[in-house]
């Protein structure tokens, strides 16, 4: 299974932009990028997806690098409603995605 | 919305006893999953279901077993508990397109002593 690398941790203040990387070097020509995040006591939650252009939703928006080896995750305006483990998955069919720990993002007010 | 609903948020059982994880979804959703999450390890994939009295294993399934009679039920069993199955256990569905990915329940905190 392709596996993504994160980091542990990161912080922002509120009401600024996020910028949320994520690298997967052997994604697959398949592989759908998927992001989910996790708020305090709750299960996860479907963020956004995509496979080789950008994409935007009311949440956040989705940056995919053109060698899709690597891709960013945006919140325009953090909120502290936006505290949460984010993961970064890859897959095509959802009994092989692979959470791994995801970045832990801590929004200051 | 798609509701996923755990029939409990917390439960304490003890060693040997045989427990019952209930997942209940509302939207005719094709595929549910069970999860376990624990610190440091991410969530693992314990077992699926594409349909009814249909499953297949996760990437661990020891100790587990599961249950679909209806399209809207997956069951989770512990059929003998252990101090070592003490964690998170979600539950997530998603429809036959899967392009709007998974929705997940609450979670159920289970605690073996």
């Known amino acids: 299974d392709a596996k993504t690398t994160q980091p542990n941790s990161m912080e922002s203040n509120e009401e600024e932009p996020v910028h949320l990387p994520c690298n997967h070097s052997t994604i697959s020509g398949t592989d759908y990028i998927h992001w989910y995040r996790q708020l305090p006591s709750q299960g996860p939650e479907y963020v956004i997806h995509?496979?080789?252009s950008n994409v935007n939703n009311r949440m956040a928006s989705l940056a995919i690098a053109e060698d899709r080896k690597s891709s960013t995750l945006i919140l325009h305006r953090a909120t502290l409603r936006d505290a949460a483990v984010y993961y970064c998955?890859?897959?095509?069919?959802?009994?092989?995605?692979?959470f791994g720990s995801g970045t832990k993002l801590n929004v200051k007010p | 919305d798609v509701k996923v609903t755990q029939s409990s948020r917390y439960l304490v059982k003890r060693t040997g006893e045989k427990v019952f994880l209930e997942c209940v979804q509302d939207?005719?959703?094709?595929?549910m999953f069970w999860y376990r999450q624990d610190p440091g390890l991410g969530l693992r994939l314990i077992y699926f279901s594409y349909d009814v009295k249909m499953k297949e294993k996760g990437d661990i399934p020891e100790g587990y077993s599961v249950s679909r009679e209806k399209k809207e039920r997956f069951s989770l069993i512990l059929e003998s508990a252990s101090t070592n199955q003490t964690s998170m256990y979600l539950c997530?569905?998603?429809?036959?397109?899967?392009?709007?990915?998974?929705?997940f329940g609450s979670g159920t905190r289970l605690t073996v002593v």
């Open positions: 997530a569905t998603t429809d036959s397109s899967q392009i709007y990915g998974y929705t």
């Open positions: 998955i890859l897959g095509y069919n959802f009994n092989k995605f692979y």
């Open positions: 995509g496979l080789t």
């Open positions: 939207m005719d959703h094709e595929n």
